[in-house]
């Protein structure tokens, strides 16, 4: 880096306090190979002129949330979305103020919707875990589910466990809750290709309509909430369903919530030294047949999102390549290093 002592000594300091506070505990790191050698490695792969401005990145601009920041936003769930979307279903029910509602009645319809609804996981970023453990006593632990394509068995169990608690045998569920980490373009969670639609929405619906006109009430409420999102993803879902709803007339539309939007001014913009870098050192022989779906490779992140964010238990691709790809030992072009290597679910076959 060409540091002299006073500077190198100030910088370790930061190092020392950033990898312990957070950059440390990533998932993605092993042991012996933390946050300090991941970067060493990392910026070796630049050239002597382009190193400070990677590092100045990495310092000033990076956006890392942490296992206590994305647990806080898992715990804002339940008081602030789950808890009012029932009460609101109350009073939409009911045709009157919540005030106006006598408190013993108001107690036990909260009891029965919240006992209605269940919470699927659509990624294990969902951390269905902690939303369970940090509703202990409020919500059962027969109502969370990891996955969310469910089994017309599965489907049974559920509806069983529902009617025997309730003791009510004609009971059926009122709500679903659909819950991920984060959205970054939204083409994951719901698109069109060559006019099929395909996704995590519809693969939810594919298992949830078979058993619709059994399981579930005839006006159930479909919820969906991320803990995270980027603003650009939000409008680009809420468009995107209202195509989906022409073509599907049974389809409940469902309600999206957020517990943190990051805004469009943290993306990495063509005015900065990094977006160069970017551009420089960028191997397109990482790229697969799912790099077409968000467009423009993954150079800027798919969906060309250019985001500078790592999530504490992975690095979503929406981030620029160069924070989370590795090359392959066979590509020709330039070897990229990951600094937060991302655990993917789609890579190329090992063996072609």
């Known amino acids: 880096m060409g540091w002299d002592t006073e500077q190198a000594r100030k910088e370790f300091e930061w190092l020392d306090l950033v990898s312990k506070l957070k950059y440390d505990h990533y998932r993605g790191f092993i042991a012996g190979a933390r946050f300090l050698e991941s970067l060493a490695d990392w910026l070796q792969q630049f050239k002597k002129e382009d190193r400070k401005a990677a590092y100045e990145f990495i310092s000033k601009k990076l956006i890392y949330i942490s296992t206590a920041e994305i647990n806080h936003l898992v715990r804002l769930t339940y008081p602030k979305y789950i808890l009012k979307s029932i009460y609101k279903k109350i009073v939409q029910q009911e045709g009157r103020p ?128 991320h803990y995270l999102a980027f603003n650009n993803a939000i409008e680009a879902i809420n468009t995107t369903q209202d195509e989906f709803i022409k073509e599907h007339d049974n389809y409940t539309k469902a309600d999206f919530s957020f517990s943190m939007v990051l805004p469009e001014s943290i993306c990495i913009a063509p005015n900065c030294e990094f977006y160069n870098i970017i551009q420089k050192y960028y191997d397109s022989d990482i790229e697969n047949e799912h790099a077409d779906i968000g467009g423009q490779g993954f150079k800027m992140g798919f969906s060309s999102c250019a985001l500078p964010l790592v999530l504490e238990h992975n690095t979503p691709n929406n981030s620029v390549a160069l924070l989370w790809a590795e090359s392959q030992l066979s590509s020709a072009n330039h070897k990229m290093r990951p600094l937060f290597r991302r655990r993917e679910r789609h890579t190329k076959e090992l063996f072609a």
């Open 98 to 225: 919540l005030y106006q509602i006598q408190r013993s009645y108001l107690k036990n319809k909260y009891k029965r919707f919240l006992r209605e609804t269940l919470f699927l996981g659509l990624s294990d970023g969902a951390q269905i875990d902690v939303l369970r453990r940090c509703t202990s006593g409020i919500i059962s632990n027969e109502q969370f589910f990891v996955a969310y394509q469910i089994h017309e068995d599965k489907w049974n169990t559920l509806l069983a466990d529902l009617r025997k608690v309730t003791n009510d045998p004609q009971a059926r569920f009122s709500s679903v809750y659909l819950i991920d980490d984060f959205v970054g373009s939204g083409k994951t969670f719901l698109r069109k290709e060559k006019d099929e639609w395909k996704g995590k929405l519809v693969k939810f619906w594919d298992s949830a309509k078979v058993i619709q006109s059994t399981h579930f009430q005839q006006n159930w409420k479909l919820y969906v909430h």
